[in-house]
Structures are given as C-alpha cells and as structure tokens.
Nanobody, 121 residues
Framework: QVQVVESGGGLVQAGGSLRLSCVASGSIFSIDTMGWYRQAPGKERELVAS???????HYADSVKGRFTFSRESVKNTVSLQMNSLKPEDTADYYCNAVVQRERYGPLYSNWGQGTQVTVSS
C-alpha cells in the first residue's frame, strides 16, 4: 500500500503565502510523477502543478509566477510554495503520487486526503 499525506493548509489573507507539503510512503519502488490538484466548491478538480521524475514541472496558467513546486531533501517529499494568494485560490488541495511499486510493475495513482486552503479578501 501507498500512503500520501498533505499538510500545511490554512486560512490566509489575500496577498499572503502558504506552503503545502506532501509525503508519499509505503510500497514504493519509484515515483513517476507527483502533482498538486485543487477542487473548489461546486467545481471540478483541476491540476495546479506537477513534477515528473525527470524534474520537469508544469503549472496551470492561473498559478504561474505565484506557485512553486519543488522536491524536498526528505525522500518522496514535495512542497508547493504559494505566494500572492488570491480568493480564487480557495479550495481543497490534493496531492497525487503516481508510483511504481516494483521494478517493471505498472503505475498506480494514489491520492491524499486533501488540505483546505482559504484565502480571505
């Protein structure tokens, strides 16, 4: 089994910053991609940023220049630094890890429980 756990959400005023962290643990041979998604009330879940095993990051246009997705020194841990937050960034943020559990095995997608981010105007 693979566990994905997010932390770091909270309430912040517009223009402020928050840092989310995500750690994947368990039966992991390798990680293909890790990503941050968010889902606002009444809306579909959307990709915020992703980071693949080659180190390439992708950002949604709405967060480019404000959010930074990076690996941490702790194994299988990533963070999302969110600056210049806007009320429209308010959502539940979910971490996803696409992992290989064994050499030559298939890829599995694993989701965390989510962490709430609220940006007040």
């Amino acid at each position: 089994q693979v566990q994905v756990v997010e932390s770091g959400g909270g309430l912040v005023q517009a223009g402020g910053s928050l840092r989310l962290s995500c750690v994947a643990s368990g039966s992991i041979f390798s990680i293909d991609t890790m990503g941050w998604y968010r889902q606002a009330p009444g809306k579909e879940r959307e990709l915020v940023a992703s980071l693949n095993s080659g180190g390439t990051t992708h950002y949604a246009d709405s967060v480019k220049g404000r959010f930074t997705f990076s690996r941490e020194s702790v194994k299988n841990t990533v963070s999302l630094q969110m600056n210049s937050l806007k009320p429209e960034d308010t959502a539940d943020y979910y971490c996803n890890a696409v992992v290989q559990r064994e050499r030559y095995g298939p890829l599995y997608s694993n989701w965390g429980q989510g962490t709430q981010v609220t940006v007040s105007s």
